[in-house]
C-alpha cells in the first residue's frame, strides 16, 4: 500500500496506528495505576508523611494549522523536572486550555473548577496570557503562547461554572 506523504489514504492509515498504539499505552498505565480513577485524581503520600491530591491528565488535538501530528499538551499538577528526572506534586494545577483561532478574535477557554471570576488574575504581555487564580486550595497557574501579540484593551473575559473565557479582538 502506498504511504507518501501527500496520500491522504497513507495519512490516515498512520493517524490509526498512532492512536491505537496511544490505547494501548493507555491500557498499560491504567492496569499498573490502580489507585488512579476515571477522573485522572488519585492520593499520594508526601516525602513528609502527608496526603495530596494529585491530578494528571492531558488533550490532545490533531489537525492544527494543516499539521497532522498530534500535539499533546498536559494539564494538572503533576509535574516531571526535566533535568532530575524526578516528578513531583505541586500545590498549583495547571488548567486544562483551549486556544481557538476565529477570524475577528482568538478565544481561550480555560477549565478551573472551584474558582470563580473575582478569584482570577490575568496580564496579557504580548503574544503571552498569563492565568492565575486562587480560591482556597484550589490554585492555578499557566503561562498560555498566543499565536499573535495583543493590546490588553483587546481582551474581554467572564468566568461561568469554573470555565474562563477569554476573548482577544484581533
Known sequence: MNTKKGNPLG????????????????GELAE?????????VFDINTEDGKKAKAVYGFSMKMGLNGDQEPHIEPFGNVHRDEKTGETTVQEVSEPLI???EESDHVLVLAEMPGVGDEDIKL????????????????????EILLPRSFEPDAME??????????????
Request: a positive charge; aromatic letters at 2%.
Open 11 to 26: 495519512n490516515v492509515e498512520g493517524m490509526l496506528r498512532g492512536l491505537g498504539d496511544l490505547v494501548e499505552k493507555l
Open 123 to 142: 496580564d496579557l504581555n504580548g503574544d503571552i496570557l498569563v492565568l492565575h487564580a486562587e480560591k482556597g486550595s484550589k490554585k492555578y497557574h499557566k
Open 98 to 100: 483551549d486556544v481557538i
Open 32 to 40: 499498573k495505576g490502580e489507585q488512579m480513577k476515571r477522573s485522572g
Open 157 to 170: 473575559r467572564c468566568c461561568r461554572n469554573g470555565i474562563l473565557e477569554v476573548k482577544l479582538k484581533v
